[in-house]
């Protein structure tokens, strides 16, 4: 549809050609005392949806009518005999029907009149057919997709395409500037923002006869064994035992083991989903989130912000006019107590330590700088035990990028590459070192000044859509309570 009705001559031009089309019926109306129907024809390419023109004696009209029918169909394109009201210069009029995937109109949930976002969540397998309109900032930068109008009205469609293309750009920024997709694993024993914000793995083995001695009920006949997971040699396996022979999560952040690669490859990058068990319900979290992270070896923070941060994300077209605004946490500081001196009210106290809180970044980039702002050198304190401690032992060599309407886009750092002070810095923060052995390793042999940072990508999404809230940039978005399908 899209090749047909974004032509320069609104698709004039193929008058008289025959085609086939497939697609989902957006509206459909019956005309000429039910002789023939008017459908209006939506396959996903654009915007816009196509009219068909249907005689009565092609297809029965009221199998093809209703809102959410899939149709394919063929027919000869033609001009429209009266144009008053319509834009489009070209329908179609149905020779064949091809397929019907008929819909119960009385029980689609998706009615002609717009669905609110929200409610669109609880029909998260059929929401990406539907039309919804918001306002979009950056509506023009992706016009030359065609996938958003002016008018600023979106699809949930349109935001998995131009996820894909954002997906597309990072890929193709990252070849081009030699680094190396490594792919991190989802199932670790580390936690690498050492939080304790994890989700644990854990197996479904059922022995049903431990299980029952343990008091659960019998599991059903041929509910024995899962697929994929192997018995022990005496056919048994301990209801409960940890396939992995120790405890496992899924991955907060692959940025540990892309050390390990940085180290060897120099430059790498990983871009795949991350998981954090924080019971954060706001507009800008969610449990199951992608992150992009790249890693540089022989690279201290100021040469990262320079030649890849900024560039990387120019790149990627949202912030092209946009000159970033680099302070440091310090200096953040004293903006925001400044802001306070003037009777600017913020909830959560300001004073040096603190962790930002978003009013304290959308103070910053919305209403002080009105940009992005790299804010840099935060507290040893607020900051992951693998950042490297600055001289005056009380920061870290750490940056955020924070947008405005967004807030935290990017985390990243230098990671302390020197074995006994981030051994000291572990044992300080109580973590365990077992698991982080291997990790320790490379600072053993041959280690190296290295930085990597990691980008929500969801948060880009939505920074690029102007979308509101997070859960809506994700297809199918986990938060707390949420995991229906
Ligand atoms: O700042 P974070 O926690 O940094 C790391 O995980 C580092 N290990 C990355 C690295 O240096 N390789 O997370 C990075 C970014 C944040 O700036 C934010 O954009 C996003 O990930 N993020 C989330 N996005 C959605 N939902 C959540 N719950 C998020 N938590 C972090
Ligand atoms: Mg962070």
Redesign the pocket.
Known sequence: IHSIIRRPDGGAGLAGQTVKVGGLVKTGREAGKGAFAFIELDDGSCLDSLQLMIYADVKPLHEVTPTGTRLRVEGVLQVPPQDKQRKQRIELRVLKVLHVGSCDSETYPIPKTELKLEGLRDILHLRPRTDTTFACNWHNLFDDLQLVKVDCKMKISAIARIRDELTHATHTFFYDHKFRLVPTPIITSTD??G?GEMFQVTTLIHDAEKMEKDGHPKPEEGFKMKAGFLPKKDGKVDYGQDFFARQTFLS?????Q?EAYACALDNVY?FGP?F?A?H?HTT????E?W?V???MADADLEFMVEKYDKNAIRRLQMVASTNFIRISYTEAIKVLEEAVFKGHKFEKKVEWGIDLASEHERYLTEEKFESPVIVYDYPKGIK?F?MKVNPDNKTVAAM??LVPR????????QREEIYDVIKQRMLELGLPLEPYKWYLDLRRYGTVEHS?????????VLFATGMDN?KDVIPFPRYPGRADL
Not at 284 to 287: G, K, S, V
Not at 452 to 460: K, S, T, V
């Open positions: 690498c923002e939080a907060v952040s692959g940025q540990l892309l990983t991350t954090r924080e954060s800008r979290h969610l449990a989130f992150m992270e790249p890693e992951a693998y955020d990028v967004v807030g935290e886009l990017i985390g990243g750092s990597g940072f990691g980008l929500g990508f969801e948060r880009m997070i």
